[in-house]
């Protein structure tokens, strides 16, 4: 029996998104490099697998030994930390390694240190933000691809962006519009080291871009990650339809306010983590589902969750809802940032209640 | 060494919070009762002992059951959820078990399943909406005392509440006025019962009332959680200043992008949390500090977490800072909200090496 929290998947729901992306990727021409870090888990890879995914992307060194057991074409998308430096060359040793650079100095420490040779992307700011050098910055490029390239031990790989820019949209529009605009500079830029690096590619692809938009001419890789389980904040951007949302938390009903139309969940910020998103309402960090033993219904119409603190959750509710809600039911919440909430659960319950284990740095 | 993000505890700082806590408990005539949620940890929980606390507050069953190996009198702070009865009942037969209701479907419940008496709270919400009978409904308050007292396994102990909207003060003044405002209620209330029931308690406090306010007359016991580590947010509330701040997150560089004055740090959401606040700048993630063998230094100015990811901390800095930083060098971020992450980080690692367990239910 559910008696705490509990992060339900509905595999069907999963493996059509799996499969749906698998085969955009194909008729698109991109090869799929799904990034994992949204599952975080073998078994879940394992589906890829059966899709014909041979290479995927992590975002820790961690993560990367965790799936270095039965993946052995691993990127990790995230600029290289040199104090993991002894965890990098172990599974250099193992597996093809890929790594994101955008300095010389994490180049010249990598040269010196690295035991074997790994792949390496030049990560470039395609708009969001965080981390790369920005396509324009043309000097710093050369420069840095011709250091690489000098490496023994560092194999230039190509240019990697990633445009989370496209989670400030709200319909497939606006997510086309950043894609053109972010893909271009990138294919562009490649194209323009072809040169000097004939062997050289083009890595590319969130979720909202790699779901929505059609045209990925010059781009060898996309890497979503999201996509395998979607949520409310890719409805919200207008990458998905909440029917597509393969996870949702499993939740207790420990109190009911007829008075002000609310239920008290249990389930917090350390289950869903304290991802919102603003909507009519305000701020909403969940909405309901209904559940049948055969998988995830339809979202319940005017009821969310309305805000979220350690354990608790607070959901507003339509009058029939709180008629029909007895203290001690589950109510089924889906989240808004899948990949945190899956992060801090740890594991999935599927619907036909099969446990599936995850990547635990614990 | 350090090579991935870790939780730095100043263990100076944390000790003198708990006996600056302790002792205006003692001075203001109401018993401290400790919420172990933010720190999570039996070897902190001893440094209560010491300072002669031995009753603690928790917010999870599992968490009761963690701390009952050298705790005998828990107070679970969360509203009973039935579908832990189970654990309730094994937790009840070993230790004092203090529990919060607020219906009467609860209270049936448990008169049928629970096997061992245990103490009871009415939960009260004193103006936070969050969980608890509103303090008017007489009507709702003296049934459910009434049938409280008929159980046989029930013992009614008194009417707990929780002043969470302290946490949109912005100074010590707003904290005091919120604070008479939710105390006069909740003792108002239990006076107004101690005819019929002339030994029931006001359980109360929370951090920012309890560490700014003098006057707990009334209040037989307070449960702040918080102030062990305090947090930015707390700073900001008006709670604490920021050399009460007891821990850091030790974050590797990995990136530094001089022409837009930002640092990457290997530090997101997966250690943080994603709570915020908001600021001059915008939204704040975090703020780092010097760092000095002997402990946690001062907040460095004009520098600043602006954004979290996954696994990336993007930091806006100062020239000066973006001057004297190096990748692989470790940048220490307070955290927004400490209960958070530390529940994400699983352990501590104190300022002379040692490293400290904490709950872990995974």
Chains 1, 2 share one sequence.
Not at 111 to 131: C, P, T
Not at 273 to 282: C, N, V
Not at 323 to 334: A, F, P
């Amino acid at each position: 029996m559910i008696s705490t929290p509990t992060l339900i998947l509905d595999e069907n729901r999963c493996r059509a998104n799996i499969r749906s992306m698998v085969s955009k990727a194909r008729t698109s021409g991109s090869e799929l490099r799904p990034h994992f870090k949204t599952h975080q888990s073998l078994e879940i890879g394992r589906w890829f697998k059966e899709s014909g995914v041979s290479k995927i992307t992590v975002s820790s060194v961690g993560m990367a030994k965790y799936f270095s057991e039965e993946w052995d074409d691993i990127t990790i998308a995230f600029p290289v930390n040199i104090r993991e430096i002894n965890e990098i060359n172990a599974l250099a040793n193992s597996i093809t390694l890929n790594l994101l650079v955008e300095s010389e100095d994490t180049v010249d420490y990598l040269e010196e240190d690295l035991q074997n040779s790994v792949n390496i992307f030049i990560k470039i700011n395609l708009g969001n933000s965080r981390a790369g050098l920005l396509p324009h910055d043309r000097d710093s490029i050369e420069a840095l691809a011709k250091r690489i390239n000098q490496a023994d031990n560092l194999n230039l790989k190509g240019f990697l962006g990633h445009a989370g820019q496209t989670y400030s949209c709200r319909d497939p529009k606006q997510i086309e519009a950043v894609h053109q605009e972010a893909k271009s500079k990138l294919v562009k830029l490649t194209q323009s080291f072809l040169l000097d690096y004939p062997w050289i590619i083009a890595s590319y692809g969130d979720t909202p871009s790699s779901s929505v938009c059609k045209d990925f001419e010059g781009v060898a890789e996309i890497r979503p990650g999201n996509f395998v389980f979607y949520d409310l904040m890719q409805v919200q951007i207008g990458a998905c339809d909440s029917s597509q949302i393969a996870v949702a938390m499993a939740c207790p009903v420990v109190s009911i306010h007829p008075w002000n139309f609310e239920i008290v969940i249990y389930g917090g910020g350390i289950h869903f983590s304290k991802d919102r998103m603003e909507s009519d309402h305000g701020s909403v960090f969940g909405k309901i589902i209904r559940f049948s033993p055969d998988g995830f219904g339809t979202v319940i119409p005017d009821c969310y969750v309305r805000n979220l603190s350690q354990e608790h959750g607070i959901i507003k509710a339509s009058e029939e809802m709180i008629n029909q809600t007895k203290i001690g039911d589950l109510l089924y919440v889906l989240p808004v940032h899948s990949c945190m909430t899956a992060n801090l659960m740890k594991q999935y319950l599927t619907t036909d209640g099969r446990t599936i284990e995850m990547f635990n740095p614990f």
